[in-house]
């Protein structure tokens, strides 16, 4: 490794951070969306600015190249985040689909009121 | 409490369907007139809220459409929040005769004090009739839930239903959004909750308007779905349902 890949590693683990730290300090993210992508700068800023601990992670769970534990740990938050906004989804349908339902409750009480104060 | 003192709501959930509501309106209003009448118009795109009201309907127009169990839902939190004791779902094509209202009401003041009453469309009267596929996904869709709900059900998707005032404040606060699946998992949800449930033969017509919905492709679909929302709807936590409280 030289240290033009060494560098663009830290570069690249940075911009995530500062991006999701930004996002988050401008309240454009809320904290429970941004937690794996916090974890994933951070571990990833980490690796970048010592290589070897990959190294040694990978000995440890026996993976021969240690990229692949790389690709193993970007895939595994990109499940997490791509789960958790499905699962955010259906909550904030759920939520939608009652608010409809109460609108138009509302609504009909409204012109039912309405239909009574013009009567009487 | 004596048949004719309980106050009873018929819910008609409507999408698109200006041609027949006015029609079932008007149908019930004659045939039960104890009743009152909500129509939900589900996110409809034409007149059926209008011609609901011209036929004297109360109407609650949802803002889009939330498909069946969304309007029904509306339907049963309309019923508990002004402390109805019976709402009916008849479905506004017509194929639900509103004669068969008083056997619904009457089957739930019946001496077993059942929770929900089911219109079943095979159980001797009428000619309505299901063949292949979609016929044997009724038949092992009956046989699942009349273990679940110990009774003997023959029609689990009939949509002409009578719910009571424990099944009301259930139905309020969950009824299944699935679409399709909301008549099985309804029961699902009514019988996990310890609901009695019985079924009275109704006899079903042809629809006013619309096409039904057969087909093989479709029928195998319907089946696909009705399994899933079963299954799930069997593996939530009994404590996920619970009887909406009075406001």
Redesign the interface.
């Given at each position: 490794m030289n240290v033009t890949t060494y560098v663009f590693g830290i570069v690249a683990a940075a911009l995530v951070l500062i991006v999701v730290i930004d996002l988050l300090r401008r309240r454009r993210l809320r904290e429970r969306h941004a937690v794996w992508w916090l974890v994933a700068g951070t571990v990833a800023l980490v690796l970048a600015v010592f290589p070897a601990i990959l190294d040694w992670l990978a000995g440890l769970l026996g993976i021969a190249l240690p990229v692949n534990l790389v690709f193993f740990g970007s895939i595994a938050v990109l499940f997490l985040v791509a789960l958790q906004a499905s699962s955010e989804l259906t909550k904030l349908e759920d939520q939608t689909r009652t608010l409809a339902e109460r609108v138009a409750l509302l609504q009909l009480e409204l012109d039912r009121l309405r239909e009574e104060r013009t009567k009487g | 409490m004596a048949i004719g003192d309980e106050r009873v709501l018929v819910v008609i959930p409507a999408f698109n369907e200006e041609l027949s509501v006015a029609d079932v309106v008007a149908e019930v209003r004659r045939k039960s007139p104890f009743c009152d009448v909500l129509v939900?118009d589900d996110g409809s795109t034409d007149a059926t809220s209008i011609r609901a009201a011209e036929a004297g309907a109360?109407?609650?127009?949802?803002?889009?459409n939330?498909g069946v169990g969304?309007a029904m839902?509306?339907g049963y939190?309309?019923a508990f929040?002004h402390g109805y004791d019976i709402a009916i779902q008849v479905d506004a094509d017509g194929q639900h005769d509103p004669a068969s209202i008083p056997a619904l009401v009457a089957a739930l003041g019946a001496g077993d004090g059942a929770d929900l009453v089911l219109g079943a469309r095979f159980a001797g009267e009428g000619d309505y009739r299901v063949r292949g596929p979609r016929a044997w996904a009724m038949r092992v869709l009956a046989a699942i839930l009349s273990r679940s709900a110990r009774t003997r059900l023959t029609d689990t998707t009939s949509g002409f239903r009578a719910a009571g005032r424990r099944a009301i404040a259930l139905f309020a606060e969950h009824y299944p959004?699935e679409y399709l699946g909301d008549t099985i998992e309804a029961l699902v949800i009514a019988s996990r909750r310890g609901l009695v449930i019985r079924q009275v033969p109704v006899a079903m017509r042809a629809r006013v308007a619309g096409t039904p919905s057969h087909g093989f492709a479709k029928s195998a679909i319907y089946l696909a779905r009705a399994g899933i929302a079963l299954v799930f709807a069997y593996l939530r936590p009994r404590s996920a349902y619970r009887e909406a409280l009075p406001a």
């Open positions: - | 939900v109360l109407v609650a127009t949802l803002p889009f939330l969304g839902r509306t939190r309309f929040q959004a």
